[in-house]
């Protein structure tokens, strides 16, 4: 994981696996606001579980309170490993989208990262409420 500020990627976004496959492996999303509040809640047939979410809750008030504390800006994301499973916080405009990945995130470079990231970032909360996977919790 780096810690600098996500460039945006020079390589197109067709990089990426296809948005379908992407998708396929999440199984978890929630919406929180910039307070660390959470707004809205996903579940897939795959998981039911929204025990995740609390973790991530606790992560934003950290991450809030160190950056307060210690004056750090630009916080772009965080990754937190939950046993075999990931969930990435990423940053948008408007909000944090925290996604459980089915499968632990590991990245071969802070490139991939970075674009892994800016896929997040453009991923549209449309999507979790048309998608057929998703289930408002």
């Not at 940053?91 to 944090?96: A, C, G, L, Q």
Request: with cysteine.
């Amino acid at each position: 994981m780096t810690t600098a500020k996500a460039p945006t990627p020079t390589q197109p976004a067709s990089s990426l696996p296809a948005q379908d496959a992407m998708v396929e492996n999440i199984i978890g999303a929630a919406i929180f606001d910039f307070s660390g509040l959470p707004q809205e809640y996903f579940v897939t047939p795959d998981n039911e579980s929204t025990s995740w979410v609390q973790l991530v809750f606790q992560s934003l008030g950290l991450k809030s309170l160190l950056m307060s504390s210690l004056k750090l800006e630009g916080f772009s994301y965080i990754c937190i490993e939950l046993g075999q499973q990931t969930a990435i916080v990423v940053r948008t405009k408007e909000e944090y989208i925290a996604l459980l990945m089915r499968q632990s995130l590991v990245f071969d470079t802070a490139q991939d990262s970075d674009r892994f990231s800016h896929w997040v970032r453009q991923f549209e909360r449309r999507l979790l409420h048309d998608h057929a996977r998703f289930i408002s919790a």
